[in-house]
């Protein structure tokens, strides 16, 4: 914790509401330095395996759980060529088991005991077959054929009857949890609705009943953007939680980040490509988690008019502390205009 | 990630519903070691300052931002002196500022926008005069005294009428958040209810609804109780989100942390005092957070039956990574009475 280095006084703390995740933020400046300031220490990436040893890396499948697909698309028999652009494998220590879905009437509903089988699916995305080649390295049509790939794993895993919710995040560098330094995410198919997805789709619920909006499609306000693309816009939410947090939002109302076509997954790629980069220049390569935030499966009609899929990229900057694990409350000591124009001045040549 | 060390296969992955916090939690021992291998890594405390600069210790009264109280009570006019056990005071960093109490008929309701003033106290326990000296050496009657200072300063914010939850909380080490490394707590006065505690006080309604009992009162069972006092027991909760989590709990049911009387706060610093020396021993003096999790001030009086009062301790042993960054749900490596069993038997003497 130091003081303000700027002389003049900082602004007054703000408590903000966060009506898509229901949730407050502490808006505190005076607990930081300048926004332009900020900077994450070095070397946020795992040491090993380097790329003598990395099993991620082009002609080391067989080091790898089995193969789901890969890009471009190939016969079975060939699976086991090192020619790929990206490929989805099986993750080797999977949290969750493929082979244990349960039977029943309800598979989602936990017993009186309040225990599920540990039934779902957890795959890796090896986003490029070069190790040194961060997202933000990669081009618009590179990042947007990972997006395709979220795409087509999430329809394949909609066929199966238990998964009711897919997670869709990746995690770069060590203090993001980052246990693999090769480029990659990570998809798991779910047997539950998980608890922030029915916090959000609840709060959301109720600011339509209140107003008769969607929040997403009211998000994008001046003074928090960042950037637009012909689909999508990119801003620091109003109430965000964290110094520098970024959302990218479909520009009209879409419920399923699986919808998402082949043009818009390219411009999506490029808007999400730019963010990275911006992060990367403006904060100094810092760990990061991106995630998909989108609608559960079996979503009632009723409840479409206000899903509204995004993503959203956490930068982490700091350590989470007991106040914020214990309220559910984050203290972001850099207001979102400010982050927002921090981050829309960006030089990126 | 590792995979198990131990030859013989791991039990299946669980989904456990936690019905205090309202949350999943994926148990998944394949993601780990044995659970009495578990080893916090070294070097956990802040570097600086060292005893030589510290502001918190004896004879740097002058360095702290403002007192509000000590033990034992003195006279103001010797406020100022080196004599003392503990001292609460006001944080030179606040969060919210203590001046700007809002107006108006409900302040702790946002504004159409979502903006409330910056409104709250944010103070500091320092719960001893020597640098050195961590909760876990401290004597049951001292850490009691520091339970009845968080009680003294509790009542007294309860008398400002803005002030709607008060979140007790505490970071030692590093990576648990802590900046300063003499041993310390804080207190955060807010004048919002915040989501954590509204989210838990609507999951405990659902479940009394549902079975007609508190679900902290039903919480104590033997296969995952460590320990238990006159008047508290301590558990690793059925659906603990973090690996070896310790719930210190009332016997009896209680709404309020602030109802503690003089003996039972010495009881419960004798087992909070136990808690923190067994994760110390068994996992290598961890970076760790606590927090108290009690009951609105308003509280009305037919959500009483089920409110419960309690606290958590959560050793940091890994890092949060984007799945539950963004689903809320967590995954914890160790099965819950697989680390009550290994903390019953961490041996003290
Ligand atoms: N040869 C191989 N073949 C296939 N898969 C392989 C493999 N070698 C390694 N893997 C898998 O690749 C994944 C790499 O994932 P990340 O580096 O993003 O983080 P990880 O899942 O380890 O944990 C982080 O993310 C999770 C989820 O957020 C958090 O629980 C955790 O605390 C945090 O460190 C691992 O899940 C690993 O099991
Ligand atoms: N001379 C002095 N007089 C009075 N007070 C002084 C002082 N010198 C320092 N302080 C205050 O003492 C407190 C020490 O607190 P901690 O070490 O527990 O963590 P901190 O609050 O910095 O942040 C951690 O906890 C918060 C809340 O959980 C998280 O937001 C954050 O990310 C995490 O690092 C600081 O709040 C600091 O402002």
């Known amino acids: 914790m130091s003081s303000s280095s700027s002389s003049s006084s900082p602004r007054l703390p703000e408590i903000r509401k966060d009506y898509v995740f229901n949730r407050y933020v502490i808006i505190s400046p005076a607990r ?17 395996p380097n790329h003598n040893s990395c099993p991620f890396c082009s002609g080391r499948e067989s080091e790898c759980a089995p193969e789901i ?31 244990a879905e349960p039977s029943g009437s ?18 890796v995305v090896i986003e490029t077959p070069e190790h040194g080649v961060r997202m933000s390295d990669m081009s618009a049509e590179g990042v947007g054929q990972v997006v395709e790939a979220y795409r087509e794993r ?15 995040f990746k995690n770069h560098g060590v203090s993001a949890g980052a246990s693999m330094a090769h480029s990659h995410s990570q998809i798991m198919g779910l047997p539950i609705i998980p608890p922030t997805v029915s916090i959000r789709l609840d709060s959301m619920k109720e ?27 990119s801003i620091v939410p109003f109430a965000a939680s964290f110094p520098f947090e970024i959302w990218i939002v479909p520009r009209d109302h879409s419920s399923f980040f699986h919808d998402i076509n082949k043009e ?11 963010m990275l980069l911006k992060l990367s220049k403006q904060l100094n390569d810092p760990p990061f988690n991106f ?12 409840q479409l008019p206000y899903t509204h899929w995004f993503l959203q990229i956490i930068p982490q900057l700091g350590v989470v502390g007991g106040f914020e694990m214990a309220s559910g409350c ?13 981050l829309s001045e960006v030089n990126l040549s």
């Open 330 to 342: 984050y203290i972001n000591p850099v207001f979102p205009e400010d982050a927002a124009k921090v």
């Open 32 to 48: 930081s330095r300048r926004p332009s300031d900020f900077k994450s220490s070095p070397n946020p990436n795992p040491k090993s």
């Open 154 to 168: 999430i329809l394949q895993l909609k066929r199966v009857r238990s998964v009711k919710y897919v997670q869709v």
């Open 264 to 274: 818009e997954a390219v411009d999506f790629g490029g808007l999400l490509k730019m």
């Open 106 to 123: 309800d598979p989602g509903v936990a017993d009186g005991g309040g225990v599920l089988p540990g039934f779902g699916f957890h795959d």
């Open 207 to 233: 600011l339509y009943g209140r107003t008769g909006k969607c929040g997403l499609c009211e998000a994008r306000s001046k003074d928090i953007l960042i950037d637009e693309s012909a689909h999508f816009f």
């Open 291 to 302: 995630m998909i935030h989108t609608a559960p499966f079996e979503l009632p009609n009723d």
């Open 69 to 99: 697909f890969r890009f471009p698309k190939e016969p079975p028999s060939s699976s086991s060529s090192s020619e790929w652009n990206l490929r989805v494998i099986e993750n080797l220590y999977p949290a969750l088991k493929r082979d």
